[in-house]
């Protein structure tokens, strides 16, 4: 059984995907790309909360959970 941690709409009606991974190493979840292949149309972006990768790779962004309070600041 595979499951999406958190999903937002933003006030376009897209969606952002976010999938929590506290790990060092880190695969991109199967279950991003049915979703992704499901909901094409409004799928906005594909989003991995780490802990401490940055990165941009295969539609999917990668972002450490110690950068979130700076980007909250915004």
């Not at 937002?8 to 790309?33: H, Q, S």
């Not at 972006?45 to 959970?65: E, H, N, S």
Request: aromatic residues 16%; glycine residues 6%.
């Amino acid at each position: 059984k595979s499951e999406i941690d958190f999903i937002l709409e933003g006030f376009d009606k897209k969606l952002m995907i976010f999938e929590v991974k506290y790990r060092n190493k880190v695969k991109i979840p199967a279950i991003f790309n049915k979703f992704g292949k499901n909901y094409t149309d409004i799928l906005n972006k594909k989003i991995m909360i780490t802990k401490d990768y940055l990165d941009f790779r295969d539609g999917v962004y990668f972002i450490p959970a110690c950068i979130l309070g700076v980007i909250a600041e915004f």
